[in-house]
């Protein structure tokens, strides 16, 4: 993804020259980059070269004063995070959940649904003996990307396993073609009655909010068009806001009109109707409404937006997903109202019922002409609109990266 917020680690080993010289090219590609480096790191490149890369101060200390909490701040506010090179040191304090520096700390703290690379760099020995086999085994199974290292002379004169990759192959790594554009709604549209009131519905925003973060952690580039007090992502989305039914629809226009998306996963809860008239005039946005006057309201039905977004869409391919929220259903007739609002220019439709969700608990299907899988939370969903999304990019030339 480009403009990648990156948190890059360094650690005390003779390759972190060559971290230098990957920091400068992911700067250079545009990425906002962080450096941590441990006090061992900085006996072999100093924090002024890292500081002259990247525009920001270096950070070492866990106990710096003024920057106490930065190993939770860095990780919320990072996309992803390397440790590059890894020293065998660092290794085994992450295996073993070891927090009494900033890097364990920092690497502890890290957010499991956020890529966290690991490079590991070392003499062969080092590498081969069985406590590190064991450590990289262990960061490996909580959820650290661990890359290879290379073979060939080290550092130390020998020859073997160890050395750490070079920066191109490293920067190659961290930043993999995406696997294409979804667009997600989410939110409530806002019917105005006057400048300050509105007629809207309960919904919070944060099932569109959350499919977005996974999508975006699988490698999709997501634009995420919300309603006004929606729920947001916590990954990197290009973020749209709307207000009302008309303006929600003039967004979408506007957007799937102007790049080719692989898909719009359509999970805002859209008015069916709109403000036509307040006490038989136009509705103004420029006034209020005295609160003592009795107000009349009219409105008008809308059309629905889900049908037209294809024909709305650069990508005449593109998958169209809409949500079906039922009350007090079973999960057969819900199903079949799902089934109702397929077509040509709807693909697939997610169909749950409101009685049966409860916090995590979110089940449902994916309704589609060829399939209707189930799902029990937005993880399982969400891992299901993914495949979905793969073969709909596959079947239309969309570029496919990787699964
Ligand atoms: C010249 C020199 C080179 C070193 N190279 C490495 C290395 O490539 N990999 C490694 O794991 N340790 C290497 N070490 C040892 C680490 O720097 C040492 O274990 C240190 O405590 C690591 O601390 P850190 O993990 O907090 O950065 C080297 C030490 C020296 C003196």
Redesign the pocket.
């Known amino acids: 993804m480009p403009n990648s917020r990156i948190v890059f680690i360094v650690?005390?080993?003779?390759?972190a020259f060559k971290a230098a010289q990957a920091v400068s090219r992911l700067v250079q590609d545009g990425h906002t980059v962080r450096v941590v480096a441990?006090?061992?790191?900085l006996?072999?490149v100093g924090a002024a070269t890292f500081e002259g890369l990247t525009g920001h101060p270096v950070l070492s200390d866990l106990w710096e004063p003024g920057r106490a909490m930065d190993h939770i701040h860095l990780s919320r506010w990072a996309d992803m995070g390397m440790i590059c090179?890894?020293?065998?040191?660092?290794?085994a304090?992450m295996a073993h959940g070891l927090a009494d520096?900033l890097?364990g700390a920092l690497a502890l703290a890290w957010p499991r649904e956020k890529p966290l690379h690991l490079f590991?760099?070392?003499?062969r020995e080092?590498l081969s003996h069985p406590s590190t086999m064991d450590n990289l085994a262990a960061v490996g199974r909580a959820g650290v990307i661990v890359h290879p290292t290379a073979g060939g002379n080290l550092?130390?004169g020998e020859v073997g396993g160890?050395r750490?990759l070079e920066p191109d192959e490293i920067v190659a790594l961290i930043t993999p073609p995406r696997l294409g554009r979804v667009l997600v709604t989410a939110g409530a549209t806002r019917e105005p009655i006057d400048g300050i009131r509105f007629v809207s519905n309960v919904s919070t925003g944060r099932t569109g909010a959350a499919i977005a973060d996974r999508l975006a952690a699988k490698g999709w580039d997501v634009t995420f068009v919300h309603g006004q007090s929606s729920a947001l992502p916590n990954a990197r989305t290009t973020r749209v806001p709307y207000g009302s039914f008309a303006d929600l629809d003039a967004t979408l226009q506007r957007e799937l009109a102007a790049q080719a998306y692989t898909a719009v996963i359509h999970a805002a809860a859209v008015s069916d109707y709109s403000i036509a008239s307040v006490n038989g005039g136009e509705p103004d946005g420029q006034v209020k409404l005295g609160s003592g006057e009795s107000l009349e309201l009219r409105f008008k039905a809308n059309h629905k937006i889900l049908p037209r977004l294809r024909g709305y869409s650069a990508n005449g391919a593109m998958q169209v997903i809409g949500f079906k929220l039922t009350l007090n259903q079973t999960a057969s007739r819900t199903e079949e109202i799902a089934r109702g609002l397929l077509g040509s220019t709807v693909d697939a439709i997610v169909a749950n019922d409101w009685s049966h969700i409860d916090g995590d608990r979110h089940p449902g299907q994916l309704v589609a002409n060829d399939e209707a899988p189930t799902f029990a939370n937005i993880d399982e969903l969400s891992e299901l609109l993914h495949r979905r999304l793969l073969r709909a990019g596959a079947g239309t030339g969309t570029p496919v990266a990787h699964a």
């Open positions: 650690t005390g080993s003779i390759a441990t006090p061992a790191a006996q072999f090179p890894a020293s065998a040191n660092t290794i304090h520096d890097v590991p760099a070392m003499n080092m550092a130390c160890g750490l």
